[in-house]
């Protein structure tokens, strides 16, 4: 679980320290998502510039310089890749037809590994499963709606992506993981939940919105750095509802019996049932402790967390 994070200055109404004091405010009530990396992205005199630590939203003390309209952010919960290699961090950056974009993800996708098989992708010391994203966008070397449309019904899990690109707008690709956008006059802010947009703006005594606008699962959505919105869509993958899932004994599926050769596993590995079933009860599916299994130590802090919280 991540949180995405952001706003535009259509206008150019909001000062270098508004936009700073909204862009911290954001960030750090994010961290409810995600505590182990915080970065941003933004263009400044045509270059695209990426910030970002391994650190909480509360430690990293946002700063853009002037002259600024449009900023992505992100708040990260590691699942794959070691948050304290840099490089595993929120955004990153790609290149699609000679230019140059950053591309942030909330969710998981679980086909990466068979996606860097089956389409041939480069190596990378990148271990994080949102950086295949970038790579099937480079591949089409564009960045559009048919590229974002042609990635997004390849990957398989849950997700919301968005791409910053050198022309100051941003894309929202919408999956099944929440994002809602906020209007006021003149500039907007998004982040991954209404609750978090409703904390940040009572901080910053923003006042009511003008325009909530909370995008559907398959909507790809252009918003350039005007405020002119377009749109797209892609379809969603909803095969693994039917692949995974038995439907006539639903409860079977989810009973611990029907876990126990990934239980048996695990045990192999180090890891304890009580692990797993923690990870199970908190929702995670079979596919999701299998990519974990990969990173032993990282399923042991985030199962000792949730043993620890509930």
Sequence with gaps: MCSLFGLIDFKNVLTTCKKNKILNTLAIVCECRGTDATGIAYNVNGKLKIYKRPVPAHKLNIRVPDGVRTIMGHTRMTTQG???????????????????????????????????????????????????????????????????????????????????????????????????????????????????????????????????YMPSEGDIIHINSDGQIENGCFTPDFSDLFNNYNLYDFDTYYSTSSYDELISVASSMGISPDEIMALIDYGCDRDEIEELLYDPSLLHEIAAELLYTY
Excluded: R
Excluded at 95 to 103: M, V
């Design 82 to 212: 070691n948050a304290k290699h840099n490089q595993n961090n929120h955004p990153f950056s790609g290149c699609a037809d000679g230019k140059y974009f950053a591309f942030a993800h909330n969710g998981m996708i679980w086909n990466d590994l068979e996606l860097k098989l089956t389409e041939n992708l480069p190596i990378t010391d990148i271990k994080t499963d949102s950086y295949v994203a970038v790579q099937l966008i480079e591949k089409e070397n564009a960045l559009d709606f048919n590229s974002l449309k042609s990635m997004a019904e390849k990957v398989k899990g849950s997700f919301v992506f968005t791409v910053l690109d050198n022309d100051n707008s941003i894309w929202f690709v919408k999956g099944d993981n929440p994002l809602s956008i906020f209007y006021y006059d003149g500039f907007l802010i998004y982040a991954s939940t209404t609750e978090i947009l409703n904390k940040s703006i009572k901080h910053l005594k923003l006042g009511k919105p003008k325009k909530v």
